[in-house]
Nanobody
Framework: VQLQASGGGLVQAGGSLRLSCAAS????????MGWFRQAPGKEREFIATITWSGDNTNYADSVKGRFTISRDNAKNTVYLQMNSLKPEDTAVYYC??????????WGQGTLVTVSN
Protein backbone atom coordinates (compact mmCIF):
# COMPACT_ATOMS: atom_id res chain seq x y z
CA VAL A 1 0.00 0.00 0.00
CA GLN A 2 1.22 3.52 -0.79
CA LEU A 3 0.45 6.40 1.54
CA GLN A 4 0.25 10.13 0.85
CA ALA A 5 -0.04 12.51 3.79
CA SER A 6 -1.29 16.06 3.42
CA GLY A 7 -2.80 18.93 5.38
CA GLY A 8 0.20 20.26 7.23
CA GLY A 9 0.98 23.93 7.48
CA LEU A 10 1.60 26.87 9.75
CA VAL A 11 -0.88 27.54 12.52
CA GLN A 12 -0.93 29.66 15.64
CA ALA A 13 -0.94 28.09 19.07
CA GLY A 14 -4.47 27.13 20.05
CA GLY A 15 -5.47 26.56 16.46
CA SER A 16 -6.49 23.44 14.60
CA LEU A 17 -5.42 21.42 11.60
CA ARG A 18 -6.68 18.24 10.00
CA LEU A 19 -4.20 15.91 8.41
CA SER A 20 -5.23 13.40 5.78
CA CYS A 21 -3.51 10.26 4.59
CA ALA A 22 -4.72 8.78 1.33
CA ALA A 23 -3.88 5.16 0.64
CA SER A 24 -3.68 3.38 -2.66
CA UNK A 25 -4.79 -0.20 -3.15
CA UNK A 26 -7.93 -2.14 -2.52
CA UNK A 27 -6.86 -3.63 0.81
CA UNK A 28 -6.77 -0.43 2.85
CA UNK A 29 -9.58 -1.59 5.09
CA UNK A 30 -7.51 -4.57 6.22
CA UNK A 31 -4.78 -2.36 7.72
CA UNK A 32 -4.59 -0.74 11.09
CA MET A 33 -3.37 2.83 10.62
CA GLY A 34 -1.26 5.11 12.70
CA TRP A 35 0.13 8.61 12.94
CA PHE A 36 3.62 9.39 14.15
CA ARG A 37 5.67 12.55 14.30
CA GLN A 38 9.30 13.58 14.41
CA ALA A 39 10.43 16.94 15.68
CA PRO A 40 13.84 18.39 14.74
CA GLY A 41 16.58 16.67 16.66
CA LYS A 42 14.22 14.17 18.23
CA GLU A 43 13.26 10.58 17.59
CA ARG A 44 10.06 9.66 15.87
CA GLU A 45 7.22 9.22 18.32
CA PHE A 46 3.87 7.49 18.27
CA ILE A 47 0.78 9.71 18.18
CA ALA A 48 -2.29 7.60 17.51
CA THR A 49 -3.54 4.36 16.01
CA ILE A 50 -6.87 3.10 14.75
CA THR A 51 -7.94 -0.45 13.99
CA TRP A 52 -9.01 -1.57 10.54
CA SER A 53 -12.67 -1.21 11.47
CA GLY A 54 -12.27 2.10 13.25
CA ASP A 55 -13.76 0.65 16.41
CA ASN A 56 -10.69 1.12 18.56
CA THR A 57 -8.24 3.96 18.87
CA ASN A 58 -5.20 4.63 20.99
CA TYR A 59 -3.36 7.88 21.71
CA ALA A 60 -0.12 9.08 23.16
CA ASP A 61 -0.61 10.88 26.46
CA SER A 62 0.83 14.05 24.96
CA VAL A 63 -2.08 14.40 22.51
CA LYS A 64 -4.93 12.66 24.31
CA GLY A 65 -8.00 14.87 24.43
CA ARG A 66 -6.65 17.20 21.73
CA PHE A 67 -6.12 14.92 18.70
CA THR A 68 -8.60 12.53 17.11
CA ILE A 69 -7.78 9.80 14.62
CA SER A 70 -10.49 8.54 12.28
CA ARG A 71 -10.78 6.71 8.99
CA ASP A 72 -13.08 6.41 6.01
CA ASN A 73 -12.50 3.04 4.39
CA ALA A 74 -14.72 3.96 1.46
CA LYS A 75 -12.30 6.78 0.67
CA ASN A 76 -9.13 4.89 1.62
CA THR A 77 -8.24 7.75 3.92
CA VAL A 78 -7.24 8.18 7.54
CA TYR A 79 -7.43 11.53 9.30
CA LEU A 80 -5.85 13.22 12.27
CA GLN A 81 -7.85 16.12 13.67
CA MET A 82 -5.54 18.26 15.78
CA ASN A 83 -7.05 20.85 18.12
CA SER A 84 -5.56 23.14 20.75
CA LEU A 85 -2.21 22.95 19.04
CA LYS A 86 0.92 23.85 20.98
CA PRO A 87 4.36 24.90 19.77
CA GLU A 88 5.69 21.55 20.97
CA ASP A 89 3.44 19.84 18.42
CA THR A 90 5.69 21.21 15.69
CA ALA A 91 7.02 18.23 13.73
CA VAL A 92 6.84 16.28 10.53
CA TYR A 93 3.81 14.02 10.78
CA TYR A 94 3.78 10.60 9.17
CA CYS A 95 1.01 8.13 8.55
CA UNK A 96 1.69 4.41 8.54
CA UNK A 97 -0.12 1.15 7.84
CA UNK A 98 0.10 -2.10 9.77
CA UNK A 99 -1.32 -5.48 8.87
CA UNK A 100 0.32 -7.63 11.52
CA UNK A 101 2.75 -6.74 14.30
CA UNK A 102 4.51 -3.66 12.98
CA UNK A 103 3.98 -0.69 10.71
CA UNK A 104 5.29 -1.76 7.35
CA UNK A 105 4.26 1.12 5.11
CA TRP A 106 4.97 4.80 5.62
CA GLY A 107 3.91 8.00 3.95
CA GLN A 108 6.29 10.80 3.07
CA GLY A 109 5.37 13.12 5.93
CA THR A 110 3.72 16.51 6.18
CA LEU A 111 5.15 19.41 8.18
CA VAL A 112 3.14 21.02 10.94
CA THR A 113 4.49 24.23 12.43
CA VAL A 114 2.80 25.80 15.45
CA SER A 115 3.82 29.36 16.26
CA ASN A 116 3.50 31.18 19.56
Amino acid sequence: VQLQASGGGLVQAGGSLRLSCAASGRTFSSYAMGWFRQAPGKEREFIATITWSGDNTNYADSVKGRFTISRDNAKNTVYLQMNSLKPEDTAVYYCAAKRALKFDYWGQGTLVTVSN
